[in-house]
């Protein structure tokens, strides 16, 4: 059986609220664990979790390291509360870590003493356990350069050692922070829009809206939706037909004002699904400037179109910025594929970037609006796979 020790950092901010945000952090880890955590083997102390496993592998360190709240987790050795334990222990994990040929390797011992009742003082641990291990495996003490930085935990009822941090992405728990949705175009803006909500805590709901007329190959948006199930956990993707909405539009909109008007209609479209599936706004992936529908006058001018607070998380990066989080998030590969963006289907070659809102409502008024027969899909994904609805 094998031991994870788990740390969080916003967490510790919480104050009276703490205790919420922690269940929902146990929640999600227990999620990811589930398959081999043993009967009974979780368990939460101030500041850390503790959970026994089965088995451990690469690839379910991996997938802890992507849960959104945790802020580094450790393969750890847990001991009694005596020196000796803790000094045989840490011993042990050094060669369990590192091998037998360790000596003259520089090491650096690490000890926090959350529990004052321990009798020894972490200055006084560091040099009680540090000793020991130079006797023992000859190591060599760099208390600024450690190859081996041995880490002694105090807990309530037992000593935590590691030698490894693994880190993770840091925020809070997906789910402690309510539920949005999030306009999902497939390009490389709102993928990153919606993991920037997921590490702030909320739970996403993804909404795309196509033209049956233009699209009808999905697989580079449900690959997008599968990439932040790993990191979500479970995630829904609806996917909306606008066809018969843009049918009307392009009749009767001019051309520089339509990339206006079908995101007043996408962003209607997402009010509904948040209704249905309660959540408390929408979240879009827009950047200040960074394209003609983006100004502050067509933000404006678009926004209006729902009662429910509109969120951009990106409204102020630039394009690199959201280029580099894409990378490292996975999900940029797949956003530059090719597929056709409904927002920019016959529209003007230079749209519209001060729209009136009087001129936009008298546009809207020749247009439905409402009781379209939307064709919807559908499709959830859990942690990095498709299932069943």
Same mark, same amino acid.
């Given at each position: 059986?094998?031991?994870?020790?788990?740390?969080?950092?916003?967490?510790?901010?919480?104050?009276?609220?703490?205790?919420?945000?922690?269940?929902?952090?146990?929640q999600?880890?227990?999620?990811?664990?589930?398959?081999v955590?043993?009967?009974?083997?979780?368990?939460?102390?101030?500041?850390?979790?503790?959970?026994?496993?089965?088995?451990?592998?690469?690839?379910?360190?991996?997938?802890?390291?992507?849960?959104?709240?945790?802020r580094?987790?450790?393969?750890?050795?847990?001991?009694?509360?005596?020196?000796a334990?803790?000094?045989?222990?840490?011993?042990?994990?050094?060669?369990?870590?590192?091998g037998?040929?360790?000596?003259?390797?520089?090491?650096?011992?690490?000890?926090?003493?959350?529990?004052?009742?321990?009798?020894i003082?972490?200055?006084?641990?560091?040099?009680?356990?540090?000793?020991?291990?130079?006797n023992?495996?000859?190591l060599?003490?760099?208390?600024?350069?450690?190859?081996?930085?041995?880490?002694?935990?105090i807990?309530?009822?037992?000593?935590?050692l590691y030698?490894?941090?693994?880190?993770?992405?840091?925020?809070?728990?997906v789910?402690?922070?309510?539920?949005?949705?999030?306009?999902?175009?497939?390009?490389?803006?709102s993928?990153?829009?919606?993991?920037?909500?997921?590490?702030?805590?909320?739970?996403?709901?993804?909404?795309?809206?196509?033209?049956?007329?233009?699209?009808?190959?999905?697989?580079?948006?449900?690959?997008?939706?599968?990439?932040l199930?790993?990191?979500?956990?479970?995630?829904?993707?609806?996917?909306?037909?606008?066809?018969?909405?843009?049918r009307?539009?392009?009749?009767?909109?001019? %051309?520089?004002?339509?990339? &206006?008007?079908?995101?007043?209609?996408?962003?209607r479209?997402?009010a +509904? $699904? @948040?209704? /249905?599936v309660?959540?408390?706004?929408?979240?879009?992936?827009?950047?200040?400037?960074?394209v003609a529908?983006?100004?502050? %006058?067509?933000?404006?001018? &678009?926004?209006d179109?729902?009662?429910?607070?509109l969120?951009?998380p +990106? $409204? @102020?990066? /630039?394009?690199?910025?959201?280029i580099?989080?894409?990378?490292?998030?996975g999900?940029?590969?797949?956003?530059?594929e090719?597929?056709?963006?409904?927002?920019?289907?016959?529209?003007?070659?230079?749209p519209e970037?001060?729209?009136?809102?009087?001129?936009v409502?008298?546009?809207?008024?020749a247009?439905?609006?409402?009781?379209?027969?939307?064709?919807?899909?559908?499709?959830?994904?859990e942690?990095?796979?498709?299932?069943?609805?």
């Open positions: 059986m094998a031991k994870i020790l788990f740390h969080f950092g916003e967490l510790s901010l919480k104050g009276k609220n703490r205790a919420t945000f922690e269940r929902r952090m146990a999600n880890i227990k999620r990811v664990l589930k398959p955590l043993t009967p009974g083997g979780f368990h939460r102390e101030h500041g850390r979790m503790t959970a026994d496993v089965s088995a451990i592998s690469e690839a379910l360190l991996e997938h802890l390291a992507l849960i959104p709240g945790i580094n987790f450790s393969v750890m050795h847990e001991c009694a509360l005596d020196l334990s803790i000094q045989e222990t840490a011993r042990a994990a050094v060669l369990a870590d590192f037998d040929d360790v000596a003259g390797k520089p090491f650096r011992v690490t000890s926090k003493r959350s529990n004052k009742q321990f009798p003082q972490s200055p006084q641990l560091n040099f009680e356990v540090g000793g020991f291990l130079k023992q495996l000859g060599a003490v760099n208390l600024d350069a450690p190859e081996i930085d041995v880490r002694v935990e807990g309530a009822k037992a000593a935590y030698t490894r941090k693994i880190t993770g992405i840091g925020g809070l728990p789910g402690s922070s309510g539920r949005g949705v999030v306009l999902f175009s497939g390009g490389i803006d993928p990153v829009a919606a993991y920037a909500m997921m590490k702030r805590g909320m739970q996403v709901v993804l909404v795309h809206l196509y033209n049956s007329t233009i699209n009808r190959d999905f697989a580079k948006i449900k690959d997008l939706a599968r990439q199930s790993r990191y979500q956990g479970r995630v829904k993707l609806y996917m909306i037909d606008l066809e018969e909405f843009q009307h539009a392009i009749a009767h909109v001019p %051309a520089e004002y339509r990339m &206006i008007i079908y995101k007043r209609q996408m962003i479209s997402a +509904l $699904i @948040a209704r /249905d309660q959540a408390q706004a929408l979240v879009t992936g827009d950047s200040l400037g960074q529908s983006q100004t502050l %006058a067509n933000i404006h001018a &678009i926004y179109a729902s009662d429910l607070p969120l951009s +990106l $409204i @102020a990066w /630039d394009k690199e910025e959201i580099a989080l894409a990378r490292r998030i999900t940029y590969e797949i956003s530059i090719e597929y056709c963006d409904i927002c920019s289907f016959l529209i003007a070659k230079h970037t001060h729209a009136q809102r009087r001129r409502a008298e546009l809207e008024a247009l439905p609006t409402e009781g379209l027969d939307c064709l919807m899909q559908k499709v959830v994904f942690g990095g796979a498709q299932v069943d609805a």
